[in-house]
């Protein structure tokens, strides 16, 4: 089925750091969201791409639909301790989905440097 | 609050128990979702529902079953319980095709 390759799995972030993270796939997309969860909270909207090459910003956060139209990029600037979370990437293939439309990533987990 | 409504919190019951886990969309929102969440892991696709019909269906157990009601609220049943099902769980609805999922916060489940 169709898969979303997201990277990295996980990174640790020092406050003041920019962040990037990326979601790549061999189907091309319509859609790409980009989500947050927090720990035993469900996943909140971030930012919704809807076009090749846009590029969207929520703040310190900035994410893009890429030309090819197979790949996202998030970006956090900036970083603070609250940006910890899971960061989860979802995108809606040209012509639906099998699984209920929207395909996930396995998210990037975003910790605190020790 | 996000406008996604599932209960209960939390959940703990022993192995071989069901339980029913409940859900209500965003109030004009057609579609219902629900998905696993295990330990570290990401969200695993369970079940779609739209305007009472199922939609899509991905890797449930026959254990699971799911239904959503005249109301549009939707319950997801999970029967035998093993361990292995602690998870959370998570409902989304959608209000249409090109927008994104609302997601719940979610009902923990611990099987013991």
């Known amino acids: 089925g169709q898969q979303l390759n997201q990277s990295p799995q996980s990174m640790f972030i020092q406050e003041g750091e920019d962040v990037s993270m990326n979601c790549t796939s061999s189907?091309?997309?319509?859609?790409w969201l980009w989500y947050k969860q927090d720990p035993g909270e469900g996943p909140v909207l971030l930012i919704a791409l809807y076009k090749a090459g846009e590029l969207t910003s929520n703040g310190r956060l900035t994410a893009q639909f890429g030309i090819t139209r197979k790949d996202s990029f998030l970006n956090i600037s900036a970083s603070i301790p609250s940006d910890v979370g899971i960061y989860f990437c979802a995108g809606q293939p040209v012509g639906g989905g099998s699984q209920g439309n929207l395909i996930f990533g396995k998210g990037t987990k975003l910790s605190v440097k020790p | 609050d996000s406008g996604v409504t599932q209960t209960p919190k939390h959940l703990i019951t022993a192995t071989g128990q069901r339980v029913t886990l409940r859900c209500s969309p965003r109030s004009g929102d057609l579609s219902v979702y629900w998905y696993q969440q295990s330990l570290d892991q990401g969200l695993q696709f369970l079940i779609q529902y739209y305007n009472g019909e199922e939609r899509a269906k991905g890797n449930i157990l026959e254990r699971f079953s799911a239904q959503q009601f005249p109301d549009l609220h939707s319950e997801l049943n999970l029967s035998s319980l093993e361990l292995g099902d602690s998870a959370l769980y998570f409902c989304?609805?959608?209000?249409?095709?090109?927008?994104?999922?609302?997601f719940g916060s979610g009902t923990r489940l611990t099987v013991v």
């Open positions: 189907s091309i997309f319509n859609t």
């Open positions: 989304a609805s959608r209000a249409g095709a090109n927008y994104g999922y609302t």
